[in-house]
């Protein structure tokens, strides 16, 4: 039997029964819950179903109205989302000062290389800053300034404008600015950040200068799933680069800065493809994907690595010593 696997999200104050209100709905309508995984942060609650619509006995207009009608009644904000509706492909970039990023992302879809299929766009640029307004511009991107003036984002505002232009996946493209349970819980799965080490190394703020005053010898970047848990979710893709010695922050910037900007690149472009999934907290590659991407080093750099000696295993130039047959 085929099954249709839909989303339903639920996000807004914590109050008894919620779950039970949501579920009853769902069964009286012969839905059959799948997966349902919930967390309350910052007196935010959160819920997350997956469940199968195939033989549901409503249409999925009815289903909307009845789960808006049902949030409205609980003060939360419900969201659906069925398989159809995964084919929107419209990605925010959110920025701050910093361009190489979302540069890269611009540029891919001006080429029609951001996802494989040519299926998506770049419809809105969202900064909390005003800097990149003329990098918008150049692209024939609407540019909107949530800030205010600090850096300080209005998260109201943010909502109202990925509802607007009906986003399926977020990129933070160098965006300074951390996100609140407010914004993660609606979206998440599908916001995707890129940090400059090699997480879980060197997390927050600063991570360049984290990296020069640990005087590491190779460093990197990561691309990977927002979480309410300050960069400490799935990671997607990372890229490496050596530290010469004596290189100061500005040098380890130069050299990991293009780095950011193609994991960033690969990590949406995987998500696109739909060829990653999350399971227990860990990116997977999904078994029927043939995957064309680089998720960690490089060919030549693996050819590089020695594969001898390894515990417990000869040396494949030592002779096997002769049994004794006495």
Do not use: C, W
Request: no cysteine; proline share 5%; aromatic share 4%.
């Amino acid at each position: 039997m085929t099954r249709e696997l839909t989303e339903i999200t639920v996000v807004g104050g914590d109050r008894t029964g919620l779950i039970a209100r949501v579920t009853s709905l769902l069964f009286e309508r012969s839905i059959n819950i799948e997966d349902l995984d919930q967390a309350v942060r910052e007196g935010v609650f959160r819920m997350t179903t997956r469940v199968d619509t195939a033989e549901m006995d409503t249409s999925r207009g009815e289903l909307r109205r009845a789960l808006a009608e049902l949030g409205r009644e609980l003060g939360v904000d419900i969201q659906v989302r069925f398989p159809s509706d995964r084919d929107a492909r419209r990605i925010a970039l959110l920025v701050t000062k910093e361009t190489h990023a979302p540069e890269a992302l611009l540029e891919a879809e001006a080429n029609d290389e951001l996802a494989a299929d040519g299926r998506a766009e770049i419809p809105v640029v969202i900064g909390n800053r005003g800097d990149l307004r003329s990098l918008a511009e150049r692209y024939d991107k609407p540019f909107y300034d949530v800030g205010d003036g600090s850096g300080n984002t209005d998260e109201g505002r943010l909502l109202d404008l990925l509802a607007e232009y009906d986003i399926d996946l977020i990129a933070l493209a160098r965006y300074m600015r951390i996100l609140s349970p407010e914004v993660v819980f609606r979206y998440e799965g599908r916001i995707v950040n890129v940090h400059p080490s090699l997480l879980p190394a060197f997390p927050g703020a600063e991570a360049y200068r984290q990296a020069k005053d640990a005087g590491v010898r190779i460093a990197g970047v990561t691309a990977h799933y927002v979480t309410t848990d300050l960069d400490q979710g799935p990671v997607i893709a990372q890229r490496a680069f050596d530290v010469p010695d004596g290189a100061d922050v500005d040098e380890i910037k130069r050299r990991g800065q293009p780095l950011e900007a193609e994991v960033l690149l690969e990590a949406v472009r995987l998500h696109l493809a739909d060829a990653i999934a999350v399971h227990r907290g860990t990116v997977h590659v999904r078994e029927d994907v043939d995957l064309d991407a680089q998720l960690g080093l490089p060919e030549q750099a693996r050819a590089a690595n020695p594969d001898e000696p390894v515990d417990g295993e000869p040396l494949s130039g030592t002779a096997t010593p002769p049994v004794d047959s006495d």
